[in-house]
């Protein structure tokens, strides 16, 4: 799977961009505030019809504009697609496949994947629980229009749940004891899905970051809940949530359901967020970003797209030959400020564009120069 062309109008601070990229590694090289990670945004948006950046969609159309407009020709082993966005500013998105409108962005999961890395990316290993859920959840949706649904369902349940403890008052449990019926239902799909998620990750991961660090750590990966029988686990979440009704009442807020999880990520049996180096974080999130690509391969049959958002200048030397010497088979996109501490491990066929205030001033082929 690869994209061949992208056009982008009025997105961000694009105007008109239309580029050719080829199936192997593509570099978009500028100073920073040019408009590099702008277009990542714009192909990472194409696989979920959601951005990394912002959870406000009106921020990606451009200041003046009511609308942008993405399109992206994909090639994929069996039949190719043309994946067409409208963000409106001031109404619901469009999004047409192949010409034909869909009208749920269910239809478009699994159609395009790509896997982002990003300096953000720090987050999942070192700040709260909420980025190594979003993390999870990102992943899956982009693996199970099944999952993406009952995400959708569990978390506006959820909305539904908290609203009405706000409102307290014991003839409000008969309503309350609905809402747990589906977050029983469909918070149990999603925890174990994710446990299941968890396994992959160890079974590529730790293969992973033992090549990374030549065989000096090893990694461990374990979701972690408050529930403790996974195998009954819509029956205990909802007995949990019976039982606490009143405690919810009085805190105003949900205290069980996968929304509470977490995975903890340990590194030689030490605990990688409160205890591990900068370095082991960094190579962690490595880890985890190469085990998705791996991960989502094995379940789609094709690779993702790999886009790399300014990470090669914050890793170390080591790390970066693991990154270019792994993406052979992967179209990869990177950004980056120069070019020349990765000019020599890039075959000769990668793309170069230079990217100057919203626009690409300059395309070559590294064999060119």
Known sequence: MYIKNLQ????????????????????????????????????????????HRTSKDKELVNWDKSEAYIKAYIAKSRLDKKIEIKIRRDSKKGININSIKISKI????????????????????????????KFLDMELCKLNSKYYHSLVQYNKALNERNITLKKWGSNLESVIEVYNTQLAKYGSYIIRERVKYIEMLNEKGKLIHKEITSGNEEIQFDYTTNLKDIGNIEQELKEALDKNIKHDFEKKTTSYGPHRDDFSIRINGIDTRNYGSQGQQRTAVLTIKFSSLEIIKDETGEYPVLLLDDVLSELDLNRQKYILNSINNVQTIVTCTGIENIKSYLDEHAKIFIVEHGRITEEYMLSNQ
């Open 8 to 51: 982008l109008k009025d997105f961000r601070n694009y105007e008109e961009l239309n580029i050719e990229l080829n199936n192997g590694v593509n570099v978009f090289i500028g100073d920073n505030a040019q408009g590099k990670t702008n277009i990542l945004e714009s192909i990472y948006y194409c696989s979920l019809a959601k951005s």
């Open 106 to 133: 269910a239809e478009l999961i699994g159609i395009f994947n790509a896997v982002l890395f990003s300096p953000e990316d720090l987050k999942i290993v070192k700040e709260s629980p909420l980025f190594r859920r």
